[in-house]
């Protein structure tokens, strides 16, 4: 067990290959590699494909909530700004996220795509993983460890204002500054 495997991919089936592919490419800023054959691959980084798309001969069902398997995959920014500026260019064309949540650990933006699979595009909001791994060890995750939703719109205001991405991303910020706002873990079950 000397080596260690690195993530490469993820694969969605779909029966409206366009839309996703479309969708998936603009919400990462990705580019199709190769596509024919009922397939899509897309990047938007180093790999060679980072998400495919296939789209079997055979009807699918549609994805429930409720269904067992995988919830989401999360992309992470290098900055908060950088999660605020992809927020604002997807707003703009018409992609809004489905709930956001302050997890403490990470800024959270959750969108669904086409087929009703869950994105979550976040940031770390420590520096380290040591330090991002001693905040889950800490009281306020163990009390909950989901977090409170925000709104990126007043996010985006107070960082353009001059308050720092340390003081936008913490619960406390959330909280006071959206205290109304529902249980976001309801929006990711349903
Ligand atoms: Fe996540």
Request: overall charge negative; proline content about 8%.
């Amino acid at each position: 067990m000397g080596t260690t495997p690195r993530f490469a991919h993820v694969v969605l089936q779909t029966s409206r290959l366009p839309e996703m592919r479309d969708w998936y490419c603009t919400l990462l800023d990705g580019h199709v590699v190769f596509e024919g054959h009922g397939l899509s691959f897309v990047t938007f980084d180093e790999e060679h494909h980072r998400i495919a798309f296939m789209s079997p001969p055979v009807a699918l069902d549609a994805k429930s909530p409720q269904a067992a398997g995988m919830h989401h995959v999360a992309y992470t920014f290098d900055s908060l700004d950088q999660l605020l500026d992809r927020y604002t260019e997807l707003a703009d064309k018409g992609i809004e996220p489905h709930v956001p949540i302050q997890h403490g650990v990470t800024t959270s933006l959750y969108y669904r795509d086409p087929d009703g699979n869950f994105v979550e595009l976040q940031v770390d909001n420590f520096a380290t993983p040591e330090q991002a791994t001693a905040y889950m060890a800490g009281p306020e995750y163990e009390q909950d460890p989901v977090g409170p939703s925000f709104r990126p719109e007043l996010m985006r205001e107070a960082r353009h204002a001059g308050t720092t991405a340390e003081e936008l991303t913490t619960r406390t910020w959330a909280l006071t500054t959206s205290p109304d706002l529902p249980n976001p873990l309801v929006a990711l079950t349903s």
